[in-house]
């Protein structure tokens, strides 16, 4: 099988080369083309394992800070990509069965689990398999990518006492605190971002 020399090396350094570890490292280079040579980047991916290791490992080059959420998070997405100056958020989410083995895979579990070593090959070649449609497959396929522009309230006329109502929670925010989300006003919280972002502007 075909690895790209960075992942194999990778793969190397972890001592498995696993589905969830090929797509962190796609999203990762994703992430790097769409924002090459620009400042003020930043990464946040919720602590799912081998994706984690994955999209950290393509990241030594950018320098793009990542943010790891803790454990007893559950965000509804795997990675966040920010450019806190022009806006623009890459939200990830991968669908689950993308990771997971296949029938033929599944069925060999069980001899694998005795060290059958047909079960082995077969579990071998079910992975392979899963590896090589990860890595050729075109990423709109691997995970959804949503596209959105986030960005904090740069008025300055007005009272900043106001308080305006956030377009997606109803809540009402001071203009200070203000964001917005594709266009609409909203409180920090619906902003689309981790709270260390939006604390820190």
Not at 52 to 63: C, D, Y
């Amino acid at each position: 099988m075909l690895v790209p020399l960075d992942l194999s090396i990778l793969a190397q350094k972890v001592g498995r080369l696993s589905p969830s570890l090929v797509l962190g490292w796609r999203v990762g280079n994703h992430v790097r083309e769409m924002f090459d040579g620009l400042d003020e980047v930043r990464l946040a991916a919720a602590p799912t394992g081998d994706f984690l290791l994955g999209l950290r490992a393509t990241l030594t080059e950018s320098r793009f800070p990542l943010d790891v959420l803790p454990a007893e998070d559950e965000p509804d997405w795997h990675a966040l990509a920010w450019h806190a100056i022009t806006g623009t958020l890459l939200r990830f989410t991968f669908a689950v069965e993308r990771v997971a083995m296949d029938a033929r895979g599944a069925a060999a579990l069980p001899d694998v689990r005795k060290g059958n070593p047909y079960g082995l090959a077969a579990y071998a070649a079910s992975l392979d398999r899963q590896v090589l449609r990860l890595l050729d497959d075109p990423m709109e396929t691997l995970c959804r990518i949503e596209e959105h522009m986030v960005s904090k309230s740069r008025a300055k006329d007005g009272d900043p006492d106001v308080s305006i109502n956030c377009r997606r929670c109803g809540n009402g925010t001071l203009r200070t605190d203000l964001w917005y989300a594709d266009g609409a006003p909203c409180c920090p919280d619906c902003a689309g971002l981790i709270p260390a972002w939006t604390f820190a502007n």
